[in-house]
């Protein structure tokens, strides 16, 4: 059974930083894609950035130039570095790993709220 962790969430001023952490324990991170997700309040849960096995990413359109999305399969960990952050950034982010046949876990979420 993996377990899922994100961490680094929290509140920050528009302009702001912010890099969170999703730390996977029980199988084998790298042979694992990953992504980022978020979910606003009264909204659906989107997608926000994802890393494959062999490093390739891809970004929503509203968050391309400000998020970088990486991995360390040395510490089992993926991260997510948000800058220049905006309001409507603010959502409950979580991270979630896949491989086929599909076999897909998720984190339980950490909170971002943007303001001011």
């Known amino acids: 059974q993996v377990q899922l962790v994100e961490s680094g969430g929290g509140l920050v001023q528009p302009g702001g930083s912010l890099r969170l952490s999703c730390a996977a324990s029980?199988?084998?991170?790298?042979?694992?894609?990953m992504g980022w997700y978020r979910q606003a309040p009264g909204k659906q849960r989107e997608l926000v950035a994802t890393?494959?096995?062999?490093?390739?990413?891809n970004y929503a359109d509203s968050v391309k130039g400000r998020f970088i999305i990486s991995r360390d399969n040395a510490k089992n960990t993926g991260y997510l570095q948000m800058d220049s952050l905006k309001p409507e950034d603010t959502a409950v982010y979580y991270c979630?790993?896949?491989?086929?046949?599909?076999?897909?876990?998720w984190g339980q979420g950490t909170q971002v709220i943007v303001s001011s």
């Open positions: 029980g199988s084998i991170f790298s042979i694992y894609d």
């Open positions: 890393i494959t096995s062999s490093g390739s990413t």
């Open positions: 979630k790993i896949n491989r086929r046949p599909p076999i897909v876990y």
